[in-house]
């Protein structure tokens, strides 16, 4: 009698280790924002510091605006002046057109051409005063989102190249569990399926949905050849492991008192449906089964 029902409970045991949808294999996932200047300079302020919460749109940092500055008075400058050779250009040229038969067919053809010139002349100058307040308004930089300024802020005096990542800020929307399942569970695991995600050292747990299931992984034992033919390695493991598929998991919400790091392990478990027959334990702080649960699940 006692060693038919250790028989089954280690066959429950071995078969839900091998096939229920679980993982110690988890991570929280984070979309990371690297954030560059449009325009080039000395950084000349500083808003922030190391690991400080942000608001969208919030000055990040400011780069040298004086040479900024002097370019766009320059682009406001040419503006006036071509403004005031258009209105000229426009006089002659209606003068032209009031004279009538006294003044030549190629003069008031020769003003009219001016005057179009000088109006396109206009209208790129006004291009160039846009860009030069484009440039002035780009010496500031701003936070594209709600999160945190990841580890690493600027320091004034530093020397910005125009699309070099000077700094990164981590979405505290874009917060998810990615875990790593073996192939041989991946039937169990269905897209808008409860979740729960024990992370390492923590005593409460989180909650989401399965959101999506990686479409592929990259295949180890294949390769492409200069001449575009499948390079195949000839050696075979006798040992084959499953490979492991990303899934991730939305949360549901984030406990006040629990700081998310992208980054930190989790455990994560798919909840099945009550009637499937599927033992599911839980963890508390740690990654080994409650062994009382399972005996008490039977």
Known sequence: MFLALAIFIAWRLCSY???APWTRDGH??????RLSADVPGIITA???????PVKRGQPLFVIDQSRYDLARQQAEAEVQRRLVATDQARREYMRNVGLGDLVSQEALEESRERLQSDESDLVYS???LNVANLNVGRTVVTSPVDGYVNDKAPHVGEYVERG????SVVDASSFSAVRYFEETKLNGIRLGQSADIYVVGEQVPLHGRVKSIAAAVEDRERTESPN??????PNFAWVRLEQRIPVRVTLDGTPD???LVAGRTATVFINEAPNSGAIQWRLRGSSRPSWSWFLFSL
């Open 17 to 19: 280790y091998m096939l």
């Open 28 to 33: 929280i996932y984070a979309d990371t924002v």
């Open 46 to 52: 500083v808003y922030v510091t190391d690991n400080q």
């Open 126 to 128: 006004r291009t160039l």
């Open 164 to 167: 070099s990542p000077i700094v």
């Open 228 to 233: 575009l033919l499948p390079n195949i390695d």
């Open 257 to 259: 008192n629990l700081r």
